[in-house]
């Protein structure tokens, strides 16, 4: 069983499209993250939440605590957005900096 | 700007040799993470450490080790390589502490292949 689900594991999108990435968690968190990998390997976090949303340029994230939900959106998709989105949730003790469960990864294409 | 460096990008290794990969950061960060990860599976943690010299098995420590004799570097060491072991690597940091949990900071990845 895994802790932390995410769908679709794939998604093509037209350029400018509204697009939607779930990430559902079993395990009790102390913040949720999301992080984007593009082909090459390097990862980067986009966003780190633990209630609510939060909004950078055109990309939200949603967190609901009591349904272990949280959603990535992506609004007016453009073919840069191409990359794999990784939820990842922080759990274990704080002073250890917390283990993290990860997704197994939702690859995005953006069709121009 | 946080930097976590890995010693190689790709690398090419044949089965039983003893293979060692480096990651080293510059934010003096406490924690830090071996992560493998292959296709359908997600990362998985391999191995962790929280302070020098300090180490915890992560969710698949079989056939790794690991060594932090720095703070600023944490190696992890394949003692004899496998074609199993044919992986991407990630190495992470993180500063300990921060009661709603801390960001990490990935290194661009070493691609081992074992031949």
């Known amino acids: 069983k895994n802790e932390v689900e995410q769908s679709p594991q794939n998604l093509t999108a037209q350029e400018g499209e509204f697009i939607t990435i779930n990430c559902s968690y079993s395990?009790?968190?102390?913040?949720l993250h999301w992080l984007q990998q593009h082909p090459g390997g390097g990862i980067v976090s986009l966003f780190m939440?633990?209630?609510g949303k939060k909004k950078h340029g055109r990309l939200i994230a949603t967190i609901n605590i009591q349904e272990k939900h949280s959603s990535l959106h992506i609004t007016a998709s453009h073919p840069r957005d191409s990359a794999v989105y990784i939820c990842?949730?922080?759990?274990?003790?704080?002073?250890?900096?917390?283990?993290?469960?990860f997704g197994t990864g939702t690859s995005l294409t953006v069709i121009p | 700007d946080v930097k976590v460096t890995q010693s190689s990008r790709y690398l090419v290794k044949r089965t039983g040799e003893k293979v060692f990969l480096e990651c080293v950061q510059d934010m003096d960060h406490e924690n830090m993470f071996w992560y493998r990860q292959d296709p359908g599976l997600g990362l998985r943690l391999i191995y962790f450490?929280?302070?020098?010299?300090?180490?915890e098995k992560g969710d698949i420590p079989e056939g790794y080790s690991v060594s932090r004799e720095k703070k600023e570097r944490f190696s992890l060491i394949l003692e004899s390589a496998s074609t199993n072991q044919t992986s991407m690597y990630l190495c992470?940091?993180?500063?300990?502490?921060?009661?709603?949990?801390?960001?990490?900071?990935f290194g661009p990845g070493t691609r081992l292949t074992v031949l």
């Open positions: 992470a940091s993180s500063p300990r502490g921060g009661a709603r949990g801390n960001e990490q900071f």
């Open positions: 395990v009790g968190i102390s913040a």
């Open positions: 990842a949730v922080g759990s274990g003790p704080p002073q250890l900096g917390n283990q993290f469960y």
């Open positions: 939440l633990s209630s």
């Open positions: 450490s929280y302070d020098v010299k300090m180490k």
